[in-house]
């Protein structure tokens, strides 16, 4: 399959015709195509990753499969998702993980890579198999406990030290189980106002300072999960400046909302950890801008309506992400001027495939390299709406509020998943991974 995108503007403001041939972009002067894109006024972007998405699957598949959150991230510009852990059974053995990645492969629409538990079960008492893992077919670089901490600092030393030798990361959720019980929002003001429980930003930020003085200790690379806070920020600063191996996420949602939308008692903005202070956001803002937070993750966390429409006590953490990523980064960085288009592509492309050790993204849209490619129209503005929502479940916080930017066309190794903001069907999507495959 040959396919040219026609004028498409770089992520460096140039204009470029792109050329893709047999799943890699080759010279675009070295003749014609099958299938022309037109990308007049459009923007490409190097095919999105995301290092921290939940697809549910094996377990949970009534909020979302491998299948329906491949379909999410594709139209949400994605052609790469690291995939959580906390699945059922957990993905801390080899069968697991070769059975999501398998699943990924079979569906097409983007690349799985499934992250390994830490500990046996996410239960936090002993290692998972984790040199299984690395060496199963899944080739497992990125391991975490995401929904739960490793709190057990040797625990924590054991897996750093033990993922250094084979140069996989561990990525950390940080939150002291102690200092949140009871927690339901932030704590602060607000939470002393609506009479919930309190999640003090000092559960994250005490996590992450023994985190990177053990990283330090044992000279292993960590990875910070949707840092939140402020003071979290001020101890990631501090680490780089020691060089320290640390790299961090924030997520889109903590660089838009804060904690005043929680006064609407609607379980769509319940999350883990909780929204912030605007301080919080615009210090996160500030870090993503000067580097001290490497990366943009989703944390996409597809719940059924049961576990989000109920009383605010009883709802489930998390928000659907993969569809309204790039609008709202496009939001909250670059069109607020923080943050140019060459710079979405290292937080949301390049950056997290260095760090999760995903081959094929070093050198974005460059010859030779495998073509994975995001073609958005940034002068877009609409009303983010249901039928923006491809995966199972709908709990978004952004249905309803109008968001800038617009996902036109993925292509993922070469072959479309998403054309004129459609998604091809299941099947064409399967018989081209196939083909690329060969
Ligand atoms: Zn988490």
Redesign the pocket.
């Known amino acids: 399959m040959s396919i040219r995108i026609q004028g498409a503007r770089l992520p460096d403001g140039t204009r470029s015709d792109l050329l893709i041939e047999d799943g890699v972009f080759v010279d675009a002067l070295s003749g014609p195509a099958e299938r022309t894109i037109d990308a007049d006024g459009l923007t490409a972007l190097p095919g999105l990753v995301d290092l ?1 998405t939940h697809l549910r699957e094996p377990g949970s598949e009534q909020s979302e499969t491998v299948l329906t959150g491949s379909r999410a991230a594709a139209i949400g510009g994605f052609t790469a998702v690291f995939a ?1 852990a906390n699945t059922m059974p957990v993905q801390d053995t080899a069968g697991v993980v070769e059975q999501v990645l398998s699943l990924g492969e079979r569906h097409g629409y983007v690349t799985v890579r499934p992250i390994g538990a830490v500990t046996a079960g996410l239960a936090g008492e002993r290692l998972s198999e984790i040199g299984a893992m690395a060496q199963s077919r899944a080739r497992v670089r990125v391991f ?1 406990d ?2 739960q901490c490793v709190s057990d600092p040797l625990l924590m030393r054991r897996a750093l030290e033990y993922v250094t030798t084979f140069g996989g990361v561990v990525a950390q ?1 940080s ?1 002291d189980p102690r200092l949140t019980v009871g927690a339901q929002m932030n704590e602060g003001a607000v939470s002393s106002e609506l009479g919930l429980g309190g999640w003090p930003s000092v559960a994250e930020e005490s996590i992450i300072a023994r985190d990177v003085l053990l990283a330090q200790h044992v000279g292993a690379r960590l990875h910070v ?2 840092v939140s806070t402020a003071g979290s920020v001020e101890v990631i600063r501090w680490a780089k400046a020691r060089g320290i191996a640390v790299t961090a996420e924030a997520t889109p949602h903590h660089l838009l909302l804060t904690e005043e939308l929680v006064r609407s008692y609607d379980a769509r903005y319940k999350v ?2 909780p929204l912030r202070r605007d301080e919080d956001v615009i210090a996160l803002r500030e870090a993503l801008a000067d580097g001290t937070i490497d990366i943009v993750a989703t ?1 996409h966390a597809p719940h059924p309506h049961e576990a989000k429409e109920c009383a605010w006590d009883e709802a489930a953490n998390g928000m659907v992400g993969l569809e309204s990523a790039l609008p709202v980064v496009q939001a909250a960085m670059v069109d607020t001027g923080l943050l140019s288009w060459a710079d979405v592509a290292r937080v949301l492309s390049t950056t997290p495939a260095r760090i999760g050790l995903l081959d094929g993204y070093d050198r974005p849209l460059g010859l030779g390299a495998p073509a994975h490619v995001t073609l958005i129209d940034p002068s877009a503005n609409r009303e983010f709406a249901l039928s923006d929502l491809r995966g199972k479940s709908t709990n978004s916080p952004y249905l309803g509020r109008r968001l800038p930017g617009r996902i036109v066309t993925t292509i993922h190794h070469g072959y479309p998943t998403v054309l004129d903001g459609e998604l091809l069907d299941a099947t064409t999507v399967a018989a081209s991974a196939e083909a690329a495959r060969g």
């Open positions: 921290h959580m975490s995401d929904g959720h939150q999960c949707h883990n950890p944390d």
